[in-house]
Every structure is written in C-alpha cells, then in structure tokens.
C-alpha cells in the first residue's frame, strides 16, 4: 500500500535560463509534517506554487493526492489548503465575513458555512472579536484564523508557505499547536519556512540549498548525520558545502 500523498520525481522549473527547482525529487506521507526549509530564494516557494497547481513545472512528474499536476489540476485544488506569509485575508472585511467568503470559495453549502463558521469562532475563541474588521485585530489572531480558513473544508493537504513570517516566538509556537491538530486530523500539512529552528516540529524535512534538494530525512537523523548541535548547523554546513562528518 503507497502511504505517499505527494510525489515528486526530477522536477525542474526555469524562468529563462534561471534554474529555480534544479530536478527535485521526493515524496511526502500521509498525515505527515513536512518541512521545506531554506534561506529566502532557495526555491520553495516556486516548488509550493507547482504543487499547489499554480504554475506548471517546466519538466518532471509530480503527482499530489494522486492527481496529476499536468492534467488534473482542478481535481487537486478541491482537495488542497494553503496559506501564504500574507495569510489571504480581507482587512476590510469581519472575521466573520472572511470566514464565511472563504468556506464558500472552497465549496461549502450555507448550513455547513454556518455551522462551521460557528464552531471555529468559539475554537479560536474569537467571539469577541468576530464582527470586528481584520485589520483591528492582533497579528497572532490573524494567523491563527488564515490557516483555520485553509482547512475550513477538510482538505487532504494544506500548503503553508512561510505561514509565520513576521510573528514573535510565542505566537510562532502557538502557529504549531495548531499544525500538530491538523495532523492529527489526517490531514497532511506541507510547509515552507526560514526558520531553521521549526524543522525540529517536522517529521522530516528537506532542506534547499540554490534550487536543490541538499539534505532530506528526519531532523534527529541530519543532526546525528551533520554532526550538529541543532538544525541551524546543519543548513549551515549543508549551505557551506562542507563534507559531512
């Protein structure tokens, strides 16, 4: 039985003569977290935007919830989430409202928009700020809420590209508690960050160094394979080219 949700096998994307995903190859599990990490313009978010169905790759195969990236593309966005650093919200709409927009653009019925809209509110506990516009309420809010929409309609995967960009430690932390949730919930949660410390929440991780694919396995496994102390050391030596250990 194939466990694989996402597969991905010699992916190559260029803009010209730029190489921006120089021939990928991975695969990603069912109900995994799965860390795709790298500095800023190592290619992650080109990769997410192919795997998402917004871009086509300029060669490969790539399947995602067993559909295929070429020909199937509407199939895989019904059954896909995602969130961008910019969390997609409206600032000039409630929370209510962009929770009810959004339930509606991933095909939800009017009962199961209000029941649902209902239960996230009093989860989040946002009751006090659910008639208020976006833009009035605190950051951590915000994020919290852009990815709650991005499951709203219990996809198999949800793409999170730098989804904690900008946010302090503490509200990052808390950003997780609700990954760890959706996973749990079989849902398979696919992000990309910066941040080398939030490798250690992923089951594993593949780490891109100039539009490849330099390390991929659990965080303990490169650390033990690195000889590093964290996963900062191990994207160190990984972008330093240095042999391993």
């Known amino acids: 039985m194939n466990d694989n949700i ?3 096998k010699n992916l190559v994307k260029k803009f010209g003569h730029f190489v921006a ?39 490969g195969e790539v399947k995602v919830g067993g559909f295929d990236i070429y020909n199937q593309r509407n199939q895989i966005k019904r059954n896909i989430g995602y969130m961008s650093q910019k969390f997609s919200l409206y600032d000039d709409l409630t929370v209510y409202e962009n929770i009810r927009f959004y339930a509606g653009i991933y095909g939800l019925g009017r009962k199961e928009i209000t029941t649902k809209a ?12 659910r008639d208020k516009l976006i833009r009035d309420i605190p950051q951590g809010w915000k994020q919290k809420l852009a990815f709650s929409v991005a499951i709203i309609h219990d996809p198999k995967i949800v793409f999170l590209d ?51 694919i ?32």
């Open 6 to 8: 996402i597969t991905v």
């Open 21 to 59: 995903n120089d021939h990928l190859n991975f695969e990603v599990r069912k109900s995994e977290i799965f860390g795709f990490l790298g500095a800023n313009g190592a290619g992650k978010t080109t990769a997410i935007r192919i795997l998402c169905g917004l871009s086509y790759p300029t060669s």
């Open 118 to 129: 209902a239960m996230l509110i009093k989860r989040l506990d946002l009751e006090v700020a």
């Open 162 to 212: 730098e989804p904690t960009g900008g946010v302090d430690p503490i509200t990052r932390r808390q950003f997780w508690n609700l990954i760890y949730e959706a996973a749990r919930d079989g849902i398979t949660v696919f992000v990309t960050t910066h941040y080398m410390d939030e490798a250690e929440y992923c089951d594993r991780v593949t780490i891109m160094v100039d539009g490849k």
């Open 214 to 245: 330099a390390a991929l396995d659990t965080p303990s496994a490169l650390k033990k394979t690195y000889d590093a102390a964290n996963m900062n050391d191990v994207f160190l030596k990984l972008a330093r080219a240095k042999p391993v250990a």
